[in-house]
C-alpha cells in the first residue's frame, strides 16, 4: 500500500507485516497518488509546483518528473488501464494525458467545465474517460475515436445538487457510480448517459466511490465518519454500515482475533497477516527498467 500526504511524505507499507517499505518525500504538498495496473510504477501530483512524478513502486525512486504540468493545483493523477499514459486533472479545469513512450503530452483537452475538475476516472478498456467537478456536473470523453476535439465531452447533468467528488465505473462500462458534496450517491446508465439511481442516507459529504467486480455493491465513504455499502441489485438499495461486533473470527492457525467481515465470502481470510503464505519473489512485481 501506498500513502501520500500534505506532509509531502510518500510512504509504502508492506500490508502482510506492517512494515514500512521505504519513505521519500516529495518537494510538495502531495494531492493525489496511483498505482500502474501491474504494480510496477506510481505517480503522485504536488502543490504548489503542479509536478507530477512518475516512481519505481519497489524503490519510490523518481523516472519522470513533469514540472508545471498544469498551470493550477492537480487534483487527480492516474494510470490508464494499459499503463501507456497518464491522465491528470486539474484545478485549471484542464485535462492532459503524458504518454509514457514517447515521454510528453499528447493530448491535452480544455474540459470547458465552469469548475474546478476534482476527479476522473477510466473505463477497464481505456477508450473512455470520466471527469467529475466542483460545477456540478460529470463528462465522458471518447479517448478511441477522439470525437472530443470536434464534440467535445458528453454531459452528465441533474444528477448533484452539490460538487461532484468522485466517479467510478464499473468493470463493464455499462455503469458509473458518482458521489457529491450534496451527500448522495448517483448511479449512471453509460449507454443512455441518464441517471438510474440516487441512493440516499449520508448525512455530510461523500468523499469517495467504488463498485465491486460484479457490479453487485457500491461502496461510499462520507465526511459523516461512515463508509457505506449499497445493494444496487435491489429495487431500493439496501444500506449495510459497519459497525463493531461481537464474536470476532479468530486465525485458523495462532488464533488471534481477526478484523470483522460483513460480507463472508470464499475469499474472507481465516488466518491472519503472519500466518498467511508468503507471495515468493518470483510472483513479486518487479521494477521497471530506468530510463
Request: one cysteine or more; glycine letters at 6%; proline letters at 4%.
Amino acid at each position: 500500500m501506498v500513502t501520500v500526504s500534505w506532509d509531502k511524505m510518500m510512504v509504502s507499507t508492506d500490508l502482510e507485516t506492517g512494515q514500512t517499505l521505504w519513505r521519500r518525500k516529495q518537494a510538495g504538498l502531495l494531492t493525489s497518488c496511483s498505482s500502474s495496473s501491474d504494480g510496477r510504477l506510481l505517480v503522485c501530483a504536488s502543490d504548489p509546483q503542479n509536478c507530477v512524478s512518475i516512481c519505481e513502486a519497489a524503490s519510490g525512486q523518481t523516472l519522470h518528473l513533469l514540472t508545471d504540468h498544469h498551470r493550477s493545483t492537480i487534483t487527480r493523477c492516474r494510470f490508464d488501464p494499459r499503463t501507456q499514459r497518464v491522465v491528470t486533472v486539474s484545478a485549471d479545469r484542464g485535462i492532459k494525458l503524458w504518454d509514457l513512450l514517447a515521454q510528453k503530452t499528447t493530448v491535452s483537452i480544455n474540459s470547458n467545465h465552469g469548475n474546478v475538475v476534482s476527479n476522473c476516472c477510466f473505463t477497464s478498456s481505456g477508450y473512455f474517460l470520466c471527469t467529475a467537478s466542483w460545477d456540478k456536473s460529470l463528462k465522458l470523453w471518447d479517448l478511441q475515436t477522439g470525437g472530443f476535439r470536434s464534440q467535445g465531452g458528453t454531459t452528465l447533468q441533474r444528477g448533484h445538487e452539490g460538487i461532484v467528488s468522485s466517479c467510478c465505473f464499473s468493470a463493464d462500462a455499462t455503469l458509473l457510480v458518482s458521489g457529491s458534496y450534496d451527500s448522495t450517491v448517483a448511479l449512471w446508465d453509460t449507454c443512455s448517459s441518464s441517471r438510474t439511481l440516487g441512493p440516499e442516507g449520508h448525512s455530510d459529504w461523500v468523499t469517495d466511490v467504488s463498485i465491486t467486480a460484479d457490479r453487485k455493491l457500491v461502496a461510499s465513504a462520507s465526511k459523516d465518519t461512515s463508509v457505506r455499502l449499497w445493494n444496487i441489485d435491489k429495487e431500493i438499495p439496501e444500506v449495510m454500515k459497519s459497525r463493531r461486533t461481537d464474536g470476532l473470527q479468530t486465525c485458523e492457525e495462532c488464533t488471534k482475533s481477526l478484523p470483522p467481515s460483513r460480507l463472508q465470502t470464499s475469499e474472507t481470510p481465516t488466518r491472519c497477516f503472519s500466518c498467511r503464505p508468503v507471495l515468493s519473489s518470483t510472483n513479486r512485481p518487479q521494477p521497471p527498467p530506468l530510463m
